[in-house]
Structures are given as structure tokens and as C-alpha cells.
């Protein structure tokens, strides 16, 4: 440029020369000046142009400072987005974990609910077998420490064991002393259970017998007035315990309270419902089962009191013995033992598993009767599961068999024990419905006079062998005698033999001394006998003692006398 203005001002130069020539002037002096101006200008221009070229640099420099400031946030940024990245793929991976967390929390927690449900049942478990566990040792502690406390009874066992086994033992004259001794056995057992329960004497027993589950306790908890009270269901044989079913007289008309009462070994009875109020629904077969031991070797029989529509009749529930299974000796021996205690045997036979008298029925029934005359009665029980032309039929089949069988029966019912209903019977000749024959037994029995026929049985056994005894060694001493009397009379005169010396010795070993000495002591221990059994029933029986004639007495073998 500013070459271009030399050039410029050269050029005016120049003209100015000519200019000069034409009119040089003005003009070029204000060219110049112009020039001049145009010279600072350009001057001052350059000074800017420096000053902006600095700015420029100095713009650079910042631009450079700028974009590296910038190049290092993008760095920044990068490491950034990364670290989010990283960030956000550790927020996924922390969700997912939370989530299974979540997840295994539910099922953690559905987990511990069950736990804690579990728990809680254990717990229940626990405290329903400890009461249990109490239940059982308070039974048993009561049971094992009773004490009969009849003054009486304990005097008849003192008679009996202290003073009439010795008697027996010494004396010889009865052969069948087992029989006898067996009877007194009996006597005791029942005086036993009189103590333990006096309302039991004035009712009769009929023993209630039949397979297992035959529905024996359901029908006689029929015969309970009050609807709310059954005795024990489903008890097997083995675990079953015998139980007395008595009335409770009503006498108030106010509400009855029933009792359960359980008898130990020696005949000492304990309130079992002072131990638990609802023993009676508690005795379950599995209760039963969890003693360690068989309950009823501890307690062998219960009584049961409640009001019963036959208020003489005494039902005993007996265990009854297992038609599946082989029933044992032990078995057979309850049965006829509770039997023989009864007035009557009713025989049930379940409906629901037997379309006849069943075989297995028939045997332990001839044997359990033996000898026996008691009244049987059959009952076909859940007559209600069938129909009436198969109960019909049934029924028939029981009458047929038991004729061939020989098996005497008073009558042969139809039951629904459930409803308390008869529902059909067998009316053969003379037979009787099961409520005709539930009323022939309802009358009250006297059970003390029966008691004292038993014992004077006894007494009359052992009179008669000693007083035969006594009758016999009389006899041989008088033939003895005439023998002596018929040798003096034929010159074989006394005090020249030694025979009579002989004949006095044998004479002396059929003396009746020590029979005499046992018909007294049998007359002292049944005179004993008879008033401890008249002050257990309060009152004087006027059953009258067995006093054998000796003349009455045969003896036979002994036509000897008549020889000589
Ligand atoms: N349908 C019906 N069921 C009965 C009858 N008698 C008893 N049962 C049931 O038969 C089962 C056994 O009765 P249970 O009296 O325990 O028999 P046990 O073993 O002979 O004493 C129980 O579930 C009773 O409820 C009845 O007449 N009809
Ligand atoms: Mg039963």
C-alpha cells in the first residue's frame, strides 16, 4: 500500500511538474496534504492492526486455553459418562439384586410364617402333652396310693388270708378246696367292689360282651339319660378297661352329677373325676395308649354312674376280645370272670361287618359260658346300616345257628344304638324283645343275701367233708370197739393179749379230736365271716347257716359194721 502511495506520490510529482506547467498550485498541495493524512492514517492503522494482531494472539492464546479447558471438560465428560455408565450398570446389576432380595425376603418371610406356625403348634403340642403328661402321673400317683379304706373289707381279708388259708391248709377232709377257696376269692372281689361303690349292691349285673367294635359302649350309653355322656368308643380289647355302668338315683329331680370311679389292685376306689371333670370323654384309645404300660393292670375296673332308664340293672362293658386278631388267654379269662359276676350276658354282634353269627363269635362265646346256665340275650347291632329284608334274613341265620349250636338264648333284637331303637326282633317261642328282657331284669337284687348263699355254699362243703370224716373215723372206732367186745366174748379174754393193746392204739389214730377242733373253727371264721359281710351292708341278712345233720350223711364202705 504504502508502496502504492509512493508510486502515488511519485505520479503527483510528476504531474505536479506538468501541473506546474498547467497550475501547480493548490492541487498538489492538497493532494499532498491529503497524502500526508492518508500516510497517518495508514499509520495509525497499522498501530491498530498491531494492537489487533496482539488481540488476535492474545484472542488465539484464549481460544487455545479455551478449547484446551474444553478438550479436558470433553475428557471429563467422557470419564464421566463413563463412570455413569459404570455407574448405571452397577444400578442394574444393584436392582436386580435388590429384587432377588426382594424376591427371597418373600419367600423368607413365607418361610417364617410357617416357622412361627409351626412353632406355635409345637408349642400347643407341647403344653396339650405336658397337661397330658400330668394327667397320666396324677392317675397313676392316685391310683398307686389309694388305700381301701373299708375297715370291714380290710377285716374280711384278715379273716380270710390271716386266718382261714391256714385252716384250709391244715385241714384235710375237702377234696376240692381249690373250689372253695376260689368262691371266697370271688366274695372278696365282690365286697371289694361294693366298698367301692355301695349303690353297686342292690343293682344286677348283665355283662355286655361281643367282638371288638361291635358297638358294645355305644349301646349301652344308649340306656344314658343324659344324651351328652357315652362312654369311651373304639377301644381295643387289650387297652380296654372293664367298666361298671350303675344308676344314679335321681331322687331331687335336680341335675345328676355323674361319677367315674376307677379301682385299683386292692380294691380301693379313686374319684377319677376330681383328677380331670372330663375324664370320661379324655379316656380315648389313644390316651390309653400312651401310658407305657397297660393302664388297666393298675386299674382294673371303672365304675360309671349316671342315670340309666333301667335303674336296677347294672350294664358291664366288657373289652370284649378281637375277631381280626388272635385273642389272647388273657382275653378269654377277663370275659369269663366278668361273666361269672354277672346275672346275664348280652352278646352284640356289629351289623355293619357281619351278615351272620360269625364262627369266631360262636367259640369264644361256648367258651366263655362254659357250664354256665345264664341268660343270653343277642343283639344285631347297626341294624341301621342295612336293610330290613337283610336285617329279616340275618336274624333268621342267628336263630338257625344258635339252635344247632345247643346255645340257650332269651330272644334275639335288632338295634340301633346310635338312635336307641329297636328295630326288629326274633319272635320265635317265648322270645323276648330287648326291652321285654331289660325289664324281667329290673328288679332290684340282694346282693348281701346272695353274698351269704355264696359264703354258706362254702361253709356247707366244709361241713360236710369233716362231718363225714368225723362220721367215718366214728365208725371204724366202733367196729374197733365190737371187735374188742366180740374177742372177750370168745375166751380170748382182756389183759391175756396183746391185742387189745393194739386194737386201743388203731382206736386212738380215728379219734375226731382234730376234726371236732375244725368243725369249731369253721364255725368261728364263718360266724366271723358272716357279721364283717353284715356290717359292710349295714344290716343283719336272714339268710340261715347250713347245719348238716351227720345222721344225713352216707357213708359208704362201712357195711363192716354190719358184717360184725
Ligand atoms: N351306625 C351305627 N354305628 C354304631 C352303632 N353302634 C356303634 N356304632 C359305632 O361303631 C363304632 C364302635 O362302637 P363301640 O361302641 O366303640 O364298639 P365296642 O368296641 O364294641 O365297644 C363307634 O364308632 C360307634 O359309634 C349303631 O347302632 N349304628
Ligand atoms: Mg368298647
Known amino acids: ?97 435388590l429384587r432377588e432380595v426382594e424376591e427371597n425376603f418373600a419367600d423368607l418371610s413365607t418361610e417364617h410364617n410357617a416357622l412361627t406356625q409351626k412353632h406355635k403348634t409345637l408349642l400347643e403340642n407341647v403344653k396339650k402333652e405336658r397337661t397330658v403328661t400330668k394327667l397320666r402321673e396324677n392317675l397313676v400317683g392316685a391310683l398307686i396310693s389309694a388305700k381301701n379304706e373299708n375297715e370291714h373289707l380290710s377285716s374280711f381279708r384278715q379273716i380270710f388270708y390271716n386266718e382261714f388259708l391256714p ?67 373304639s377301644i381295643e380289647p387289650t387297652t380296654a378297661i372293664p367298666t361298671y355302668v350303675v344308676n344314679q338315683k335321681n331322687k331331687n329331680q335336680t341335675e345328676v352329677k355323674n361319677s367315674l370311679i376307677g379301682i385299683n389292685n386292692n380294691g380301693a376306689a379313686v374319684d377319677l373325676l376330681k383328677i380331670d371333670p372330663d375324664l370320661t370323654q379324655k379316656l380315648s384309645h389313644q390316651f390309653m395308649r400312651s401310658f407305657n404300660f397297660p393302664l388297666k393292670s393298675i386299674m382294673p375296673y371303672m365304675f360309671l354312674t349316671t342315670e340309666l332308664t333301667y335303674e336296677h340293672i347294672c350294664f358291664v362293658d366288657t373289652p370284649g376280645y378281637n375277631p381280626t386278631g388272635s385273642h389272647t388267654a388273657e382275653d378269654m379269662d377277663v370275659a369269663k370272670e366278668f361273666v361269672s359276676n354277672a346275672e346275664a350276658l348280652i352278646w352284640v354282634v356289629g351289623a355293619d361287618v357281619n351278615g351272620t353269627l360269625p364262627r369266631t363269635d360262636i367259640q369264644f362265646l361256648k367258651n366263655v359260658l362254659g357250664k354256665s346256665k345264664k341268660p343270653v340275650y343277642f343283639v344285631l347291632n347297626k341294624a341301621d346300616v342295612k336293610p330290613e329284608a337283610d336285617i329279616v334274613k340275618i336274624i333268621e341265620e342267628f336263630s338257625k345257628i344258635l339252635e344247632r349250636e345247643k346255645i340257650a338264648y332269651i330272644g334275639i333284637s335288632a338295634y340301633d344304638s346310635l338312635e336307641g331303637k329297636g328295630l326288629l326282633y326274633y319272635k320265635g317261642k317265648g322270645k323276648k324283645d330287648i326291652f321285654g328282657f331289660l325289664n324281667s331284669m329290673n328288679k332290684s337284687s340282694n346282693r348281701q343275701d346272695e353274698i351269704l348263699r355264696k359264703l354258706y355254699e362254702v361253709e356247707r362243703d366244709y361241713q360236710f367233708a369233716i362231718k363225714k370224716d368225723i362220721k367215718q373215723r366214728k365208725a371204724i372206732e366202733k367196729a374197733l370197739d365190737n371187735i374188742a367186745f366180740d374177742l372177750n366174748e370168745a375166751n380170748f379174754k382182756r389183759g391175756q393179749h396183746k391185742v387189745y393193746d393194739q386194737l386201743e392204739i388203731v382206736a386212738a389214730s380215728f379219734n375226731t379230736k382234730t376234726e371236732e377242733k375244725h368243725l369249731e373253727t369253721l364255725e368261728k371264721l364263718m360266724t366271723n365271716f358272716t357279721n364283717v359281710i353284715n356290717q359292710i351292708f349295714g344290716k343283719v341278712s336272714q339268710i340261715k347257716r347250713p347245719n348238716i345233720n351227720i345222721d344225713d350223711i352216707e357213708v359208704k364202705g362201712l357195711s363192716l359194721m354190719k358184717i360184725i
Do not use: C, H, W
Open 167 to 233: 385252716f384250709a391248709s391244715e385241714e384235710s377232709s375237702l377234696q376240692n378246696e381249690a373250689g372253695a377257696l376260689l368262691k371266697l376269692q370271688e366274695i372278696e372281689k365282690e365286697l371289694a367292689m361294693i366298698s367301692g361303690l355301695p349303690s353297686f349292691y342292690s343293682a344286677r349285673a348283665i355283662a355286655v360282651g361281643g367282638g371288638f367294635s361291635a358297638g358294645k359302649s355305644e349301646f349301652i350309653s344308649s340306656f344314658f339319660k343324659n344324651p351328652d355322656l357315652k362312654l369311651p368308643r
Open 1 to 97: 500500500m504504502r508502496n502504492e502511495l509512493k508510486k502515488i506520490a511519485e505520479n503527483i510529482e510528476q504531474t505536479s511538474r506538468i501541473g506546474y506547467l498547467f497550475s501547480k498550485g493548490n492541487v498538489v498541495n492538497a493532494l499532498t496534504e491529503q497524502l500526508t493524512k492518508v500516510e497517518e492514517n495508514i499509520t495509525a492503522l497499522e498501530a491498530e492492526k498491531g494492537n489487533v494482531e496482539n488481540n488476535l494472539a492474545q484472542q488465539t492464546e484464549a481460544l487455545a486455553s479455551v478449547k484446551r479447558n474444553l478438550k479436558r471438560k470433553e475428557d471429563e465428560i467422557e470419564d464421566l459418562s463413563e463412570e455413569i455408565d459404570d455407574l448405571q450398570a452397577d444400578l442394574s446389576k444393584k436392582k436386580n439384586a
